[in-house]
């Protein structure tokens, strides 16, 4: 249901009006509105004017502004981790932050800046190190003085190998050997051997061919390629550990001051967001005003507060509501338990408007029963409560899935009321093993009756739609709308009774009256709605028939069914007949919760929620502290 608003006005003298605001802010109860119209007359808009902030006040608003900005980049500089709660108060500090922040700043940005250089030096080193520890067993037998040149190449394509050992046997004369290896990403990497008058040869044959040369530190260059695995390996520890003392540096500010630093960041958000709601308020030269909106029930204990609060100085008024408020009215939907889950498909929606209706109840009593006359089986229901039941336990604080789990537990409670009525289990498992006999008809062998019954069941939920867009219409002094309405609610009936006397054998003075109104009413129908109201009442037909769906659905549903029991059987094996049978039920059970799903969502949207509901509501959106 939507709740009921109250429109209000709250006035004071000037000086009065932060402290009003954070009262309202603490309370979370009033929702400003910052326009005026509806609430103060024409004549009397020109006596007040938007509140203007003296320059000192503008002055501390844009300093707060500037150091929440400092502070919420500090913080993002600083570790997040959980702080002591700090029993500083901002305020008497907030001149001492303000230059404290700065020298802060800097000293952390400094030490970020160190990180980041440390962190490209680690990640290029342990790439570098990839490489060579690839390298290191192939030169594992060879001594530290055995007069070799080392040269460690990178392989774009293994296809080149045999091409590049071919050139540097050609161009050494044979006084070389080229070795490779595999890192772990699968690359592949090259140890060129040999002697050392070879070795400048060889560097600008590299060079020449493009062929690129593994490169280390300049202070690692002149080292043993022995040694090289295990310079690298201590370099990067060497870094690892400068980078755990800046860690180590951070970790210790951070616990030192981001309690501080949180605390004067909430003070000065509440600061400023009151210098914010100071936008909606308007005043005269002594008197604020604030206009808005709040819960009908919210007014008398608000009124009451603000009189022990400010000793009577200042005044919440109700003022009364016109028609030309109703579509700027916030909105609230709040209903009974049972109807609280089918929320979830509500929010699907755009809010309602204020004088229209909340979509939840309607889905509610409908959604579940239009649920159970497509699957209708009380094997398949048992099977989904039990999986609500489940998810409703073990997943109670996830309020979507545990909202989904409630709809599908009293769907499947149709379901299995339904599946009494069509006398299935299973399909026709039920009747196979346990005689069970339907309670009302046999739907997959009462097919004409089935669509009768859905086309009976459409047809009261669009004349129920109508009635209540009639009542709207009305409600919102419209009435050529609601006359529309009117006229086609009474072409749906005559015409549905006229269907009834050509199907009958009635004799003609039943149907021929009927049908000289249904003609009566066309020109009337024209006239209050115009030439397209001809389409709306065919659209409103189409959507009638449109309920069929129950029937076609349902009956593939119950054929399916029985199918999979039928195929279970003819296996002659009890265990194989149980996993066929099984796997068809377990698909069919899949459908049986997708498609009557979606189409009874559809039916609700499209064919009954367009006969009365109106959309384009406000969220109601009250003044609140942050959390």
């Given amino acids: 249901m939507i709740i009921k608003m109250a429109k209000v006005e709250i006035l004071g003298p000037k000086p009065q009006l932060m402290a009003v605001l954070n009262l309202l802010r603490g309370k979370g109860v009033f929702h400003p509105e910052a326009d005026l119209r509806g609430f103060v007359p024409a004549a009397d808009q020109a006596k007040i004017r938007e509140l203007l902030l003296d320059e000192s006040a503008v002055g501390e608003k844009l300093f707060f ?18 702080s002591r709660t700090s029993y500083l108060q901002p305020l008497p500090i907030v001149d001492v932050l303000n230059e404290l922040v700065d020298k802060h700043l800097d000293h952390c940005r400094n030490l970020r800046r160190q990180q980041q250089a440390l962190r490209e030096e680690a990640e290029a080193l342990s790439r570098q190190l990839r490489f060579w520890a690839a390298l290191e067993p192939l030169v594992a037998g060879t001594r530290e003085n055995s007069g070799l040149a080392f040269f460690g190449v990178t392989i774009r394509n293994p296809e080149e190998i045999p091409t590049l050992q071919a050139l540097l046997e050609r161009q050494t004369e044979g006084r070389c050997r080229l070795s490779t290896a595999s890192i772990e990403d699968g690359s592949l990497v090259g140890l060129i051997t040999t002697d050392q008058k070879m070795a400048d040869k060889l560097r600008q044959l590299l060079s020449e061919e493009q062929v690129p040369e593994l490169r280390l530190p300049s202070e690692l260059a002149a080292l043993p390629f022995h040694q090289k695995a295990a310079a690298l390996r201590k370099l990067q520890a060497e870094i690892s550990g400068k980078l755990s003392g800046l860690n180590e540096q951070l970790n210790t500010f951070a616990h030192r001051w981001l309690p501080i630093y949180r ?5 000065l958000e509440e600061r400023i967001a009151l210098y914010q709601a100071t936008a909606t308020a308007y005043e005269t030269r002594q008197c604020f005003f604030i206009h808005g909106w709040m ?6 204990p608000l009124q009451q507060t603000l009189l022990e609060s400010f000793a ?16 700027r009215v916030p909105v609230i939907l709040h209903n009974p338990l049972y109807f609280r889950p089918f929320e979830l498909f509500a929010r699907i929606l755009p809010l309602p408007k204020y004088s229209s209706y909340d979509p939840t109840p309607f889905l509610g009593l409908f959604f579940p029963l239009l649920f159970g006359m497509i699957l209708g089986d009380i094997g398949y229901g048992l099977v989904l409560g039990g999986i609500a039941g489940l998810l409703i336990y073990f997943f109670p604080e996830r309020r979507n899935l545990a909202d989904g789990a409630r709809i599908l537990g009293v769907s499947a409670a149709y379901a299995i009321l339904f599946g009494l009525l069509f006398g299935e289990l299973f399909g026709n498992l039920g009747e196979q093993l346990l005689h069970l006999q339907p309670l009302w008809l046999e739907r997959s062998q009462a097919v004409v009756p089935m669509i009768f019954f859905a086309i009976s069941v459409g047809t009261t939920h669009v004349l129920l739609g109508l009635g209540l867009g009639i009542r709207y219409d009305f409600k919102r002094k419209k009435p050529r709308e609601a006359l529309v309405k009117i006229i086609t609610l009474l072409l749906i009936l005559l015409g549905g009774l006229w269907l009834v006397g050509e199907l ?4 003609w003075q039943f149907s021929m009256p009927l049908l000289l109104t249904i003609l009566a009413l066309l020109p009337l129908l024209i006239l209050a709605g115009g030439l397209l109201a001809p389409l709306e009442l065919l659209k409103s037909f189409g959507n009638i028939i449109s309920y ?3 029937m076609a659905i349902g009956l593939c549903s119950v054929l399916l069914a029985q199918v999979a029991n039928q195929l279970g059987g003819m296996t002659g094996n009890l265990l194989a007949g149980f996993l066929v049978a099984g796997v068809l039920h ?5 459908l049986g919760v997708f498609a009557p799903t979606v189409h009874s969502l559809r039916l609700h949207y ?22």
């Fill in 65 to 82: 502004v500037s150091l929440r900005d400092r502070i919420l980049e500090l913080l993002a500089c600083l570790p997040d981790q959980p």
């Fill in 263 to 267: 605390q004067a960041l909430s003070w």
């Fill in 295 to 300: 819960i009908n029930a919210e007014v008398e």
């Fill in 312 to 327: 009577g100085q200042i005044i919440l008024a109700v003022l009364e509501m016109h028609d030309e408020d109703f579509d």
């Fill in 504 to 507: 009958l054998p009635v004799p």
């Fill in 548 to 550: 069929v769906r129950i």
């Fill in 586 to 590: 377990l698909f069919n059970l899949l």
């Fill in 606 to 627: 499209v064919e009954f929620f367009s006969k009365f509901l109106e959309f384009g509501g406000r969220r109601f959106e009250p003044l609140n502290k942050h959390k």
